[in-house]
């Protein structure tokens, strides 16, 4: 397991390389990136609402066969708690290709 530091909210923090079940990961509905994708579906969006708009977006699509061509992440997703806070398209696309084979695609590498 490797430590890096990144930077998260003007902040420097250790990051631990990992690999965590991706369907035990929750998708950063404040997160500016999507925040205007999720709008239509009103104040609370459940995670299954969030994740079904997020699928639906052409560039979650374009993002699944490239993390299928490459087999896996080159980048990992940056998670506290288990919630999402960067990477919230690739983890809607890992959970497209998990619904093709769960076993392969069953774990995704976070910081």
Known sequence: MSVRKIIIGNKQVDAKEVELPQAQLLFYSENPRIYTILQDLGESPTQ??????MKAHDHVKTLKDSIKANGGLLE???VRRNVVLEGNSRLA??????SEDPIKWG???CN
């Open 48 to 53: 299954q609402e969030i994740e079904k708009q």
């Open 76 to 78: 990992p997703v940056i």
């Open 93 to 98: 696309a890992y959970r497209i290709l998990a």
């Open 107 to 109: 774990k995704i590498k």
